[in-house]
């Protein structure tokens, strides 16, 4: 395999700050990229602002000889966003490499979730990711090279207590990756997912001491960098910890066409198990995949239910 590289390219990585995003900021610069290292600066929660956590990688990247800009744009404000894209493409003139990272937390059981705390965080992890990618796109497809990264969760993916609006935001972003990847597909723009765990103040407090020193943010980098690399997948799901990496996929059962008398709910709760049945289950490529399958299997039973 020959040696990833990211010369001649241009990174933003949001909330590169600390935790991730700061490894990822790293990481891109080591490997030659230009890096813009934005962070708002803010709490866990999304609170405060102004820290110099952007700075202070920069100089990091910097020291090490490599080239970085701090910006300190709200992901969640779109006019920042166009800013930022603005300064790096004034000060690189261009960007090749998009990691949506950024990212806080405002955990509370539904029952007292405000509606407030489950707006703002949509706004920072949904909104923020689309704000970046709205700034980038036409840029990305004039140039016919992209390469996109969302930051989701297991959270989202399966669910975690008290943390619906997270989860919620987190498992947004597989239906803006699945459609973009798709429109992103002749312009050689590629978009994946990566779903981290990792020791940050985003854990803190979460996991033991032993399981934190395993989930070092620099365990999980590699595969970032393979997903916005020249030879980077699209469309994948790769969760990644203590040096670990998989794929999620989501799949379809082979399922039941029900005619007549069956094709009541009766008959969809004695057709359960069929309908629960892995074996056979496929990934559907996209939408239609699904439809089309449907009207062979209705066929096959017999024409119209
Ligand atoms: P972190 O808190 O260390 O880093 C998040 C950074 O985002 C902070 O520096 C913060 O200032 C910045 N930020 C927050 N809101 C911002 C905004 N509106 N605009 C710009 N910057 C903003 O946490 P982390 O664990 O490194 O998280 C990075 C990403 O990984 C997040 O999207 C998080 O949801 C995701 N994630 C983390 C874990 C984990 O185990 N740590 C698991 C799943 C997903």
């Given at each position: 395999m020959s040696e990833v590289r990211f010369d001649g390219r241009v990174a933003i990585v949001t909330g590169?700050?600390?935790?991730l995003g700061r490894s990822h900021a790293l990481g891109l610069a080591a490997r030659g990229a230009k890096v813009v290292?934005?962070?708002?600066?803010?709490s866990r929660d999304g609170t405060g602002s102004g820290s110099d956590a952007a700075r202070s990688v920069v100089a990091e990247i910097r020291a090490a000889g490599g080239e970085a800009i701090a910006n300190g744009a709200n992901v969640a404000n779109a006019e920042q966003v166009q800013a930022m894209v603005d300064a790096a493409i004034a000060e690189?003139?261009?960007?090749?490499i998009l990691v949506n990272n950024a990212g806080i937390l405002r955990d509370k059981t539904f029952a007292k979730m405000t509606l407030e705390d489950f707006r703002t965080v949509v706004e920072v992890h949904l909104m923020g990711s689309v704000n970046t990618t709205h700034a980038l796109w036409q840029h990305m497809v004039a140039r016919g090279y992209g390469r996109i990264v969302y930051t989701t969760s297991s959270s989202g993916m399966y669910g975690n207590f008290g943390q619906s609006n997270y989860g919620a935001a987190k498992s947004a972003m597989l239906g803006l990756m699945n459609v973009l990847s798709q429109e992103g597909a002749k312009y050689d723009i590629r978009v994946n997912m990566l779903a981290p765990t990792a020791a940050t103040r985003m854990t803190e407090g979460l996991l033991n001491q032993d399981l934190l020193e395993l989930l070092q943010p620099e365990t999980i980098t590699p595969g970032l960098l393979a997903l916005v690399s020249e030879a980077a997948p699209t469309k994948m799901i790769m969760g990644g910890g203590a040096g670990c990496f998989a794929e999620t996929r989501i799949y379809e059962t082979e399922g039941v066409a029900l005619h007549g008398a069956d094709l009541t709910p009766e008959g969809v709760l004695a057709a359960m198990d069929k309908i629960r049945d892995p074996s056979n289950q496929q990934v559907m490529d996209n939408a239609f995949v699904q439809t089309r399958k449907y009207a062979r299997m209705a066929a096959a039973a017999g024409g119209l239910p």
């Open positions: 590169a700050g600390a935790g290292v934005n962070d708002l600066g803010v690189f003139g261009h960007v090749d």
